[in-house]
């Protein structure tokens, strides 16, 4: 699966399932200083993170579809 197909994949789907984790205070101020420099949702932020580990790791996803 190529990274646009990939992309597409994974996002391309309604929004149904919450992932919870906990956070230092720290860390959220970091992300949340972070995501507010590029003009973006912290959920937003959060999201291009993981898509950029998916993508990292394409090779697990091959001929899945």
Excluded: W, Y
């Excluded at 994974?10 to 720290?26: C, D, M, N, S």
């Amino acid at each position: 699966m190529g990274e646009q197909e990939l992309k597409k994949h994974v996002l391309g789907a309604k929004k149904t399932e919450r992932i919870i984790f906990a956070a230092t205070p720290e860390m959220k101020a970091a992300l949340e200083t972070i995501a507010q420099e590029k003009c973006m949702s912290l959920s937003a932020l959060l999201t291009s993170l993981v898509v950029e580990e998916v993508l990292a790791n394409e090779e697990l996803f091959d001929g899945e579809e």
